[in-house]
C-alpha cells in the first residue's frame, strides 16, 4: 500500500513538474500532450515490471532488480557507517579493503560481461534514490520514465526543429516505437542513457544555434557528457565526429555529405593510431574480446536466442567485411520466423513494419528525387549506423541487439523520415498538436 501511495505521489509530482519545466513547452505541442506520452511511459514501465515477474522471476538475473536489490547493500551502510555509504556512492577511496565485503556481498559489483559499460554507475544511483523510495522499486521506475522522458524529449526537440510539420509523425518515431518505450521506462541502463544522450544532444543544438547562456549551456555540456560517460562511455566516441561534421557544415553548406565522410574517416585513422593509447587495445582486438565475452555470457546463461555471426579475429579487414551483415542484424532481426518469447514477438513485428516504413520511404523519395535533407540527416545517418554495426558486430543475443539498438534508432527513424516528401509525412491532429 505504501508503494501505492509514493508511486502515485511521485507520478503526480512529475506530471506537474512537465507542466512547468521549458523542454516541454514547444509552440506546436500542447502541454497535456507531453503528460499523456509520460502516464504511456509509466504503463510501459509496469508492463517491463510484469515481464520480469511473471516471465523471468529470477531476481539475480533480472536487468531491472539488479543494481536495484546490489543498492540495498550501500544503502544499508548509510545508517550503520555513513561513511562508508559515502565513499561507495562518490568513489572517494572507494578501493579501500575495508568495503570489500560490501562489493563481495553484490552480485553485479564486479560484473564486466557487458560491453563498454559499467554497472557500479547504476548501483551508486540506486543506492541514492532508495533515500528517497524508501527502497520501494516503483517510486525508482517513475523517476527513471521520468529521467528518460526528458531525454526523449531533447531528442524530439532536436527533430522538430529540423523537420517542422512533422511533430505527430516524430512523436510516433521518438517516444511510441515498442523497443524504446520499453526499454526506457524502467531501473534500467537504457532509461538512464537515455537521458544523458538525449539532454546532450539537446544542448549541443542550443549550443548551435546560440539559444541561452554560453556559461549555463556550457555547464549543461559538461554534466550531460559526465553522466554520459559514466553509464556507456563508448557512445561518445560514436557521437564525437557527427557533431564535428554538424559544427562544420556551417561553413561547407554544399558539401555536407563530403564533409561528414571525410570526419569520420580522419577520426577512424586517428583512432586506429591512438586506441592502444585510450584504450589499451587495438580496436579490433578489443572487439574480438568483447564478442568472445558476449559468446560466454549466452553459453553461461543457456540463452535461446543467440545467432551466428561473422566471428572476430583481431583484423581490420574482418571488421570491415563483417559491417554490413553487422548493421542488418542489428535492423531487421529479430524476424518473424525468429520467435521464441514475448519479448521477442515485439521486436519481431516491429522490424516487420520498419522494413515496410523503409521500403515505402524509399519510393517516395525515389519518385520525388530525394528532396534536400536537413543538416541533422547526416548526423543522424552515420552516428545510428555506426552504434549498428557496432553492436552487430559484437553481440551474437538478439534480447541484447533489441536493446542495445534503443540510443540510435530514433536517429535511423529520422533519418527515413527525413527522405519522405513533407506532405507525405505531415499529419494533423487537433488533439496531441496545437492549432496553427
Not at 529521467?147 to 509523425?169: N, Q
Amino acid at each position: 500500500m505504501l508503494e501505492l501511495f509514493l508511486s502515485i505521489g511521485y507520478a503526480a509530482f512529475f506530471v506537474f513538474l512537465i507542466g512547468k519545466m521549458k523542454i516541454f513547452r514547444t509552440e506546436a505541442i500542447p502541454t497535456h500532450t507531453y503528460k499523456l506520452l509520460f502516464l504511456v511511459k509509466l504503463a510501459a514501465g509496469f508492463f517491463l515490471y510484469l515481464i520480469y515477474t511473471r516471465y523471468y522471476p529470477d531476481r539475480s538475473t533480472a536487468d531491472i532488480f539488479r543494481y536495484f536489490d546490489d543498492a540495498d547493500i550501500m544503502y544499508q551502510s548509510l545508517f550503520t557507517k555513513p561513511y562508508d555509504f559515502f565513499r561507495m556512492l562518490t568513489g572517494y577511496h572507494a578501493a579501500d579493503p575495508d568495503l570489500q565485503p560490501y562489493y563481495d556481498a553484490m552480485r553485479n559489483w564486479y560484473n564486466t560481461d557487458m560491453i563498454f559499460n559499467d554497472t557500479r554507475t547504476m548501483i551508486r544511483f540506486s543506492a541514492l534514490m532508495k533515500i528517497f523510495s524508501m527502497r520501494l522499486y516503483y517510486p525508482h521506475a517513475i523517476l527513471m520514465c521520468f529521467l528518460s522522458m526528458l531525454g526523449l524529449t531533447g531528442i524530439y526537440r532536436l527533430f522538430i526543429s529540423a523537420l517542422p510539420g512533422r511533430e505527430l509523425v516524430l512523436m510516433i518515431a521518438v517516444y511510441l516505437m515498442p523497443s524504446t518505450l520499453l526499454w526506457t521506462s524502467g531501473l534500467i541502463k537504457e532509461a538512464f542513457l537515455m537521458f544523458a544522450l538525449g539532454m546532450l544532444f539537446y544542448s549541443i543544438q542550443q549550443m548551435v544555434e546560440k539559444k541561452g547562456q554560453w556559461s549555463i549551456l556550457i555547464v549543461k555540456l559538461i554534466v550531460f557528457l559526465y553522466c554520459l560517460f559514466l553509464i556507456k562511455p563508448y557512445i561518445i566516441f560514436m557521437m564525437i565526429p557527427g557533431v564535428t561534421a554538424w559544427l562544420l557544415f556551417k561553413y561547407f553548406p554544399k558539401q555536407r555529405f563530403v564533409v561528414i565522410l571525410s570526419t569520420y574517416a580522419v577520426y577512424a585513422v586517428m583512432m586506429i593510431f591512438s586506441a592502444e593509447v585510450i584504450l589499451g587495445q587495438k580496436i579490433p582486438d578489443l572487439l574480438t574480446s568483447k564478442q568472445n565475452e558476449f559468446y560466454f555470457v549466452a553459453e553461461r546463461d543457456h540463452a535461446n536466442s543467440v545467432i551466428d555471426i561473422p566471428r572476430l579475429d583481431g583484423q581490420y579487414l574482418t571488421l570491415i567485411k563483417s559491417a554490413p551483415q553487422a548493421f542488418i542484424n542489428v535492423l531487421f532481426r529479430p524476424s518473424i520466423l525468429e520467435i521464441k518469447n514475448p519479448l521477442m514477438l515485439f521486436a519481431a513485428g516491429e522490424n516487420f513494419f520498419l522494413i515496410l516504413f523503409i521500403a515505402f520511404a524509399v519510393m517516395m523519395a525515389i519518385k520525388n528525387k530525394f528532396l534536400d535533407v536537413p543538416d541533422l540527416f547526416y548526423v543522424a545517418l552515420f552516428f545510428s549506423s555506426a552504434i549498428f554495426v557496432l553492436t552487430g558486430l559484437v553481440t551474437p543475443i538478439l534480447g541484447a541487439v533489441v536493446r542495445y539498438k534503443v540510443p540510435a534508432y530514433p536517429f535511423f527513424l529520422f533519418v527515413v523520415i527525413a527522405i519522405i516528401p513533407q506532405g507525405k509525412a505531415s499529419f494533423k491532429s487537433k488533439w496531441f498538436l496545437n492549432s496553427k
